[in-house]
Nanobody, 124 residues
Framework: QVQLVESGGRLVQAGGSLRLSCAASGRTFSSYAMGWFRQAPGKERECVATIDSSGTRTYYSNSVKGRFTISRDNAKNTVYLQMNSLKPEDTAIYYC?????????????????WGQGTQVTVSS
C-alpha cells in the first residue's frame, strides 16, 4: 500500500510562488504516474497536473498551464509542484495522487491512492 504525504502549502500573496512536495512510501513509486489535484470549497476535485512514471510526459489543466510545473525524483520517491504567478482562484486543498498506470491522466476517479492534502491560500 502506497502512502503519500504532502507538504509545502501555506498562505501566499497573489503573484507569489510555492513549491509543494509529495513523499511516497513503497517500492513501486517509479512504476506509476503521479499527479496533483485540488479542491476548493463547494467545488469538485479537479486535476492540476499529472506526470508519467519516467517524468518525461506531463498533463496540465488549462487553468495552470504556463504557471505550474510538475516534476518527480524517482530516487527520492517524491513528486513536486512548482506554482508561480499564483492567483486567488488557486486557493484550494492540494492533493497528491498515484495513477493506476504509468501514463498521465486527468480524471480524479482514475487515481489509485490519495494523500491527506495540503492547504494553499492565495490572498489578493
Amino acid at each position: 500500500q502506497v502512502q503519500l504525504v504532502e507538504s509545502g502549502g501555506r498562505l501566499v500573496q497573489a503573484g507569489g510562488s510555492l513549491r509543494l512536495s509529495c513523499a511516497a512510501s513503497g517500492r513501486t513509486f517509479s512504476s506509476y504516474a503521479m499527479g496533483w489535484f485540488r479542491q476548493a470549497p463547494g467545488k469538485e476535485r479537479e486535476c492540476v497536473a499529472t506526470i508519467d512514471s519516467s517524468g518525461t510526459r506531463t498533463y496540465y489543466s488549462n487553468s495552470v498551464k504556463g504557471r505550474f510545473t510538475i516534476s518527480r525524483d524517482n530516487a527520492k520517491n517524491t513528486v513536486y509542484l512548482q506554482m508561480n504567478s499564483l492567483k486567488p482562484e488557486d486557493t484550494a486543498i492540494y492533493y497528491c495522487a498515484t495513477g493506476r498506470t504509468a501514463v498521465p491522466w486527468s480524471l480524479p476517479r482514475n487515481a489509485a491512492t490519495w494523500g491527506q492534502g495540503t492547504q494553499v491560500t492565495v490572498s489578493s
